[in-house]
């Protein structure tokens, strides 16, 4: 089995990672893998190429801004890849984001529906049946049920200064995505419930989780609130690439100021201009110094809170369980989905009364156990089976056709 591979990055990253395991995976099962990505550089080790230039990716990023026509570029760059996948010749090729500044997608659909293999396409996020946005939950926005004639999330990636095109973008992707022989999958049934809202309704969809590395993410002896001089408080942890407000950045700024002298909150992951109007109840830093060091601040965490406004699985959550430490989240995106009542909870966006209730609840409660329990349903290992499965099915149905 050959498995051609898309996505914007390699290696980094959230989804970047994904891949990365996947192509290890397929290896490891006797089989082979490409992997074309858009952006930055990809690890030696991995059978890859970029699409296009960085050069490309600024021209298409500049267009992009001032038309609103993400994907509508990088057409030499696009031909290119056709040229790359026939003579590879995959039995099946696999899509992630195809956003991002580096792909046509017109040509390389119209190209996919000629091919006639099967094609995966796991959906991160909402881009593929939006005219413009990636996440729309922030913005309280659901003009993707009627055609997107407006936006009310212009701009948030992918950024745009004019208003004027999303409906067509809407009418283009759905030209466009509907092609045969294509199956969906999702992280999150929430996401999977979305998509049979969209025009995507006809298509088959699975969900696959998104797992972590249970085997790096676990408890551990951690003295990380002896190192911050906080050993006689209880530690409210929040971890986030970039926080921004949609992250639950102000939120948690507006909850330091509401809670008792018994807490302090831990954020993980700020830029150097928010670590500087932090109020006193909260300690902020940029980032740990690797994954070890995570793991010693969810450890040590006496609850993780993830007020996220938009996210479709947030893999944070499970490693704060695979971690022994409950989870306290809005009720957003396939955030809430990761966690039942025996180790976390979830509420509304902005019910500060709530989010308290469940603090002082959880900071209380004896329940690692259970929470590694719960995360031992996201083992990185499964999911990336159930991919294989996935695989073998869509081959050996179009063998069946033929």
């Not at 230039?53 to 696009?78: C, E, F, M, N, P």
């Not at 956003?99 to 190209?111: A, E, W």
Request: with cysteine; glycine share 8%; proline share 2%.
């Amino acid at each position: 089995m050959k498995v051609f591979i898309i996505n914007v990055v390699c290696g980094k990253g959230s989804t970047g990672h994904i891949v990365q395991d996947l192509y290890d995976k397929i290896l490891s099962a006797g089989n082979d893998a490409y992997i074309a990505y858009g952006r930055g550089e990809a690890p030696q080790e991995i059978h890859s190429g970029r699409i296009g230039s960085r050069l490309d990716v600024l021209i298409h990023a500049g267009l992009s801004r001032i038309t609103d026509k993400q994907g509508d570029y990088s057409v030499r760059a696009t031909k290119k890849l056709v040229r790359k996948i026939r003579s590879y010749a995959p039995d099946l090729i696999h899509l992630h984001n195809i956003h991002g500044y580096y792909i046509n997608y017109k040509i390389l659909f119209d190209f996919l529906r000629q091919y006639g293999k099967p094609v995966i396409w796991t959906m991160h996020d909402c881009w593929a049946f939006t005219g413009h946005c990636a996440h729309y939950e922030g913005v309280m926005c659901e003009g993707w049920l009627s055609g997107c004639r407006s936006c009310k999330a212009l701009f948030t990636y992918p950024k745009a200064y004019i208003n004027c095109n999303t409906g067509k973008n809407y009418e283009n992707k759905k030209k466009a995505f509907l092609i045969p022989r294509l199956t969906l999958v999702t992280p999150s049934l929430w996401l999977k419930n979305q998509l049979a809202r969209s025009f995507f309704y006809k298509v088959p969809c699975v969900v696959i989780n998104n797992g972590i590395n249970l085997e790096t993410f676990q408890f551990v002896g951690s003295d990380i609130k002896k190192k911050l001089g906080i050993s006689d408080k209880k530690m409210i942890l929040g971890v986030a690439y970039v926080w921004t407000k949609f992250k639950g950045f102000e939120d948690l700024i507006e909850l330091a100021k509401k809670l008792d002298s018994e807490y302090v909150i831990c954020m993980i992951g700020l830029s150097r201009q928010q670590l500087k109007n932090l109020p006193d109840r909260i300690i902020g830093m940029e980032r740990t110094d690797g994954q070890a060091e995570l793991v010693e601040y969810y450890s040590a965490a006496d609850v993780f809170l993830n007020l996220t406004y938009e996210d479709t699985f947030p893999t944070i959550n499970i490693e704060a369980l695979a971690c022994g430490t409950p989870v306290i989240t809005y009720r957003t995106g396939g955030s809430a989905e990761i966690i039942d009542d025996t180790c976390g909870a979830a509420v509304e966006k902005r019910d500060f009364s709530s989010i308290i209730h469940e603090i002082s609840i959880w900071t209380n409660k004896e329940c690692g156990k259970e929470c590694r329990e719960r995360a031992m349903r996201y083992a990185k290992e499964d999911c990336f089976q159930k991919y294989m499965e996935l695989y073998a099915e869509s081959i050996n149905k179009l063998k069946g056709f033929k």
